[in-house]
Structure formats: C-alpha cells, structure tokens
C-alpha cells in the first residue's frame, strides 16, 4: 500500500514540475468557409447569386491554458468577431429601384480546447465553438421611384429614400474549433506564436429587431418633398419591430412578426499572430 501511494505521489509531483499556466492574446482575419447563398445581385441583364460565410471578418482572442506535463493541455478561449459586409442585396434597376442592404457579423465566443504539443514548438488545438452574444447587423438602403407620385401632389420622378438597421439574434449554438501553431520562444516565459485556425459552426435565428428606420420622399432633383414619411413609430405596411422565427407555421399565417427561421453559415479558415506569456515551468 504505502509503495502504492508512493509512486501516486511520484507521478503527481513529476507532473506537476512540468505544469504551467499561460495566458495569450492574438488577433487575426478568418475568410469565410462552407459558405451558403445569402442573397442576390440583381440589375437590368441578369441576376446573380451572393455567397458568403458571417464568419468572415477580424478575429480578436484572449486565452488561459494549463499545461498538465510537457505535452497535454487545457486552454479555454474568448474571442470576438468584427465581421466583414456580406452583401444581402443589391438592386440597380437605374429609374425605378436601387437597392444596397449588406449584413455584418458581431459576435462573442467561448471555445473549451485540448492542446497536445507534438514538438517543442509545434501544437495542436481541438474543442468545442460556442457563440455567447453578439448579433447579425443588416444596413439598408433602399431608393423607389414612386409609381403615383401625383397622389401626393408631387412630379414625376419623385422617389423614396428609405435607410433602416435590424438587428437578428440567434439561438445558442454548438460548433468545432480546431487549430495547428508554431511558437517561439523570444524571452523569458514569452513566447510568440501564429496559427492557422478553422471554425466550423451555423447559427439558427431565434429573432430580429428594428433599431433605427427613416423613409423620406425626394423629388427629382433630390430635395427633400416630404422627411420622415416613414419611421420607427409609423412603420409601412408589413414591417414589424419585433421578428420571431420559427420552426413551424400554419399556412394561412398572415402575421408578418412570425416568419419561418434558418440557419446562417458562420464557418471560416484563418490565420492568427499572438503573444504567450508563461507563469512558470
């Protein structure tokens, strides 16, 4: 019993002399991967599909890590995601419409990893992806010739204006991480690294919100007939403040606040550059 407990006590405290404990900062830019049809281009010839991934964009991370030996590893990651415009859609119909709405990504993660050291320098990172907050932000412009301008007492050629923001927020989502590094030891207990690193996760809308909307009516020349004809308190027809989605809804549903939900591809391959900062050996 007591050799037992020994060699237990022998392997802890072997252990233990190679534990440490690390924290590391990087940032990088993910370009998107798996990417899914998010809109359309539309003009006067021809119509064409936009794909794109809201995973694209600049990627901020802050890590804490544990190494239990020379080899074997925790690390737990919060990263924040500046996402690139992805174009929705665009309309350039020069006359009778012009559209330009494009949605941007800005989102929280945590990712819960494994990290095995295969050399020295070289390591490996795999876990689990999860999105904690942030949303998907659309911008949208939108100019419509008025097809009876004159029932509003205004000339032919007068048009609306019209500029919103909406907010889609999405339900909590499971994803992949996994990512292979090169470090370098520069100092003491500092050490530099860069990594190439894929995400692969979807997120599946829950809701949206309006944050800001403003209609104006332009005449010809592009002075302002009418300012505000639109807004967050007068709402046009068949625009709601607040979208739910889901899973199932009835044929006959005439509720423009319930719509149908999907999922938006949030997967990418990227590249990061970081600093490490080791507590102790």
Sequence with gaps: ??????????????????????????????????????????????????????GNGTNFQMRFGYFFNDTFGVDLGFAYLHGADQTVAKVELPGYRETDAIARARAYGFSPSLVYKFTENLYGRFGALLKLGGKTEAVVYDKATLPNPEALGLP???????????????????????????????????SVFAEAEYMGISIKRNDSEIQSFNTDIKL??????????????????????????????????????????????????????????????
């Design 220 to 281: 010809p020349d592009g002075t302002t007939a009418v300012e505000g004809f639109y807004t967050l308190d007068n709402l046009p027809e068949g625009k709601v403040i607040k979208t739910e989605y889901l899973d199932e809804l009835p044929n006959n549903n005439t509720d423009p606040s319930k719509q149908l939900s999907q999922k938006v591809p949030y997967s990418s391959f990227g590249i990061n550059f970081g600093v490490t900062y080791n507590f102790g050996k």
């Design 156 to 190: 032919a050629g007068s048009y609306s204006e019209t500029n919103y923001v909406e907010d889609y927020h999405g339900h909590l989502p499971l994803g992949f991480v996994g990512a292979f590094g090169y470090k370098y030891d520069f100092a003491n207990n500092f």
């Design 1 to 54: 019993m007591k050799r037992n407990l020994l060699l237990i006590t022998a392997i802890l405290v072997a252990n233990l002399s190679f534990a440490q404990f690390y924290v590391s900062g990087s940032a990088g830019y993910a370009f998107g991967s798996a990417e899914e049809k998010l809109g359309e281009t539309i003009t006067t010839t021809h119509t064409e599909n936009s794909y794109g991934s809201y």
